[in-house]
């Protein structure tokens, strides 16, 4: 029952309650056993299922009748996801009783595969009917046309009904007859021909040039030819023009004010004109033992390549393309080029190109001015919607996270703790989305700040395994933490070592097929000094002794001896180490190839008071208990017209500090005008009336608090709003949305 791996349930036949499932039921859905008892078949169905509720209850009554049901339905595991399941339902006797026995199959990858194959055949359905050349399928063995694409109608000049149940023969559209034995012969020698030049009849007995691909392929199990012909009647016209005049032409070409040269297909030059020469600063001697891609930076030799297959595939011939030219002397230029392929005897032998000089014209455009206006205006709108988006966003955010914080501390109902944990993972998710956006003006400066706070390591685990588990689950790995020492703590930045465990658990979980994937986090004490020990140990593909040394290297993936199988820049692992070291850390890898690897992250930690030990020496960090002995409590301030961070704040603080608070800069200085505070917090977006920066420059008139902590907490958090702000007199700066530990930590660097 357990080691099949399908998904089985056994139902009551007349309640239709789950009475058992199997492990692959309790895998594939994600609830345990006990869970699944209490479940419906509705609570495991998707939302976007495509048959009704009625059709449903109709399959079961069906099989609870003794007639098996087989159809396809969409499911739901426990944690949202959606999947297209089989289900096989039929009545059983099982252990002397009748029940309903179910038996689902995942079948989401074939599902894919069916809609990319209807999707294919839709395209291509577009594609036949659309394409401007001649596309038709005749059957191999009789020659009958099966079906022609309007392009076909439109060279050929007959309609679909003329042409379909007739061959090429008794339509008599071959002019030359021996065309049509080549064709024949190296379809059935080689099963395919590539750019057969012809010449073909229309139905008003014109005749037009074309250029023939042709394939053999299976059709109904019959054997069919799907042909494609170019018309390419007016490059052929213009080719035998040329060489009617081909004297007259070498003329022309030699004097004319434009670069006109011919390359082989490796891009040799096989002739060159003086503007050429003259443009380049070569001679003819030195060009005509030279190729093109020795005169052309490399970023635009693919361009080239591509630009040269559209030109044998006979597209935007008349379109030109610029490129970068590098002269002789070092020296670029930019150059317009137009070029068609070159005939000798009949034979495409390379391309003909005439290129003009175009560098004074680039420089003096005026679409550059226009652009870079455009830029320097779209700039603008971006800072201004990031800095509206900062002050709306972060200033909510601290009554969904502050709240959250405290009530999940408070609260003894264990379902309750777990609502107020999933707030402040949605509140954390949505304000880790809005440092991403605001980071844009940070990465702009090349300037990382770091936020270091006092930090419980084994909380930031267990929340990024969370947030992988529906990966992990999706890729049938196990994944877990192991916590052989709790409460260690480290001085870090959030974000950043965030940042960390998601790129190694991500890269965990990527490289791993099978297995696991373990976060460890320990405690080593080292001469004296204590160090958090944070392991990423996976099952996965594992790294070679070679590959070691460079996986730190940018741009470099231990993949890349193995084929390049995974996706990404090969930047992550760099970034990680650097960002480690910022944080006075460090990182190395023990791995064997194929039998995983184990990347262990070492901080400096800090030793708790309680222990018995002394804590990491020069540790900037005080419990935070000992501002509970105090004898009495200081009185602080804090203006803010937004009711919640008020409320949030009074709470926060209430067990360290006596807090007042007000909503507007005219009512604090009265307030500072009547009463002694030890520091003020003060908000910087007041409404209407005085702003912070304002209350704050009047408070420093008044006797007494010259030198009186006036601390900006405010929502304002682009680049340059912290020094602005610093530079108008106020003491220190935290941004909005903040935890209550930031603020106690920052009031006791200050009191």
């Not at 379809?187 to 750019?195: A, P, Q, S, Y």
Request: glycine residues 6%.
């Amino acid at each position: 029952f357990d080691s099949i791996n399908d998904a089985i349930f056994i139902h009551d036949i007349n309640t239709g309650e789950i009475i058992d499932a199997n492990k692959k039921a309790i895998e594939m859905y994600g609830y345990e056993l006990s869970k699944l008892q209490t479940l419906k078949i509705s609570d495991l169905s998707s939302n976007e299922i495509p048959y009704t509720q009625k059709e449903a209850l109709n399959w079961i009554n069906n099989a609870a009748m003794n007639k098996p049901q087989i159809f396809p339905w969409k499911a739901k595991d426990k944690y949202g996801n959606s999947f297209w399941v089989e289900v096989n339902m039929r009545k059983a006797e099982i252990i002397g009783k009748m029940r309903l026995l179910v038996v689902v199959r995942d079948i989401t990858e074939r599902k894919l595969m069916e809609e990319a194959l209807i999707k294919s055949e839709e395209l291509f359905k577009k594609a036949f009917k659309t394409s401007p050349d001649s596309i038709n399928i005749n059957r191999l063995d009789n020659g009958l046309y099966i079906d022609v694409n309007d392009g076909f109608c439109k060279i050929m000049g007959y309609s679909r009904e003329e042409v379909i149940g007739k061959t090429s023969l008794e339509l008599n559209v071959w002019v030359n007859p021996e065309d049509r034995r080549k064709l024949v012969k190296d379809l059935n020698e080689n099963g395919v021909i590539n750019n057969l030049e012809a010449k073909f009849k229309r139905k008003d007995g014109s005749v037009v040039s074309g250029l023939m691909s042709a394939i053999i392929f299976d059709l109904d199990s019959v054997r069919h030819i799907l042909s494609i012909t170019r018309n390419i009647e007016e490059i052929i016209q213009a080719r035998e023009a040329l060489k009617e005049s081909e004297q007259k032409y070498r003329s022309l070409v030699q004097h004319n004010p434009d670069g006109i040269f011919i390359i082989d297909f490796n891009g040799k030059f096989i002739s060159v004109n003086e503007a050429v020469i003259n443009s380049l600063g070569y001679t003819e001697i030195e060009l005509l033992d030279m190729s093109l891609w020795e005169v052309v930076p490399e970023k635009y030799r693919a361009l080239h390549g591509n630009r040269f297959k559209e030109i044998l595939e006979g597209k935007n011939l008349d379109e030109p393309a610029e490129y970068e030219i590098i002269r002789k002397n070092g020296n670029k230029i930019i150059a317009e080029i137009r070029s068609v392929p070159y005939y000798k005897e009949g034979k495409i032998i390379g391309f003909q190109g005439i290129a003009t000089d175009i560098t004074e014209k680039k420089k003096n455009l005026d679409e550059l001015l226009t652009a870079k206006e455009k830029a320097e205006e779209m700039n603008k709108l971006k800072s201004s919607f990031l800095a509206n988006m900062s002050h709306e966003l972060r200033t909510p955010l601290v009554g969904i996270l502050g709240f959250a914080e405290i009530l999940n501390s408070e609260l003894d109902n264990i379902e309750h703790k777990e609502m107020t944990s999933k707030i402040s993972q949605s509140g954390n998710r949505l304000h880790q989305t809005l440092n991403q956006l605001l980071d844009l003006s940070r990465i702009e400066s090349n300037k990382l700040e770091l936020k270091m706070t006092e930090i419980k390591i084994e909380d930031f685990v267990t929340e990024r395994i969370k947030l992988y588990q529906g990966i992990a689950i999706k890729k049938n790995i196990l994944l877990k933490e192991k916590i052989v020492k709790p409460e260690v703590t480290a001085l870090l930045d959030e974000k950043l070592f965030n940042q960390i465990l998601d790129n190694l658990i991500n890269n965990a979980l990527k490289y791993t097929n099978e297995g696991e994937v373990t976060v460890e986090v320990n405690e080593e004490f080292i001469e004296d000094n204590s160090w958090a020990i944070i392991k990423v140990i996976d099952t996965g593909i594992g790294i070679s002794p070679k590959d070691i040394d460079i996986i730190f290297e940018e741009f470099r993936q231990v993949s890349e001896g193995l084929g390049r199988q995974y996706e990404g820049t090969g930047l992550g692992l760099t970034i990680t180490k650097k960002t480690i070291e910022l944080m006075n850390g460090k990182i190395e890898v023990i791995s064997k190839l194929g039998l995983g690897s184990t990347f262990k992250i070492i901080f400096p930690s800090i030793i708790n008071v309680s222990s018995g030990k002394n804590a990491r020496k020069n540790h900037p960090s005080e419990n935070i208990n000992s501002l509970l002995k105090k004898d009495y409590k200081q009185k602080i301030l804090f203006v803010d017209n937004d009711k919640f961070s008020r409320d949030f704040i009074k709470i926060s603080l209430k067990n360290f500090y006596e807090v007042e608070v007000t909503e507007n800069g005219e009512s604090a200085i009265q307030k500072v005008n009547e009463s002694i505070y030890a520091a003020i917090l003060m908000d910087i977006g007041l409404g209407s009336g005085m702003n912070g920066i304002e209350t704050a420059k009047e408070i420093r008139k008044i006797n007494g608090y010259e030198t009186t902590p006036i601390i900006a907490v405010t929502a304002f958090a682009m680049k340059g709003d912290k020094e602005k702000m610093l530079s108008n007199g106020l003491t220190d700066y935290i941004s909005k949305p903040f935890m209550r530990q930031e603020i106690i930590n920052l009031l006791k660097k200050h009191i």
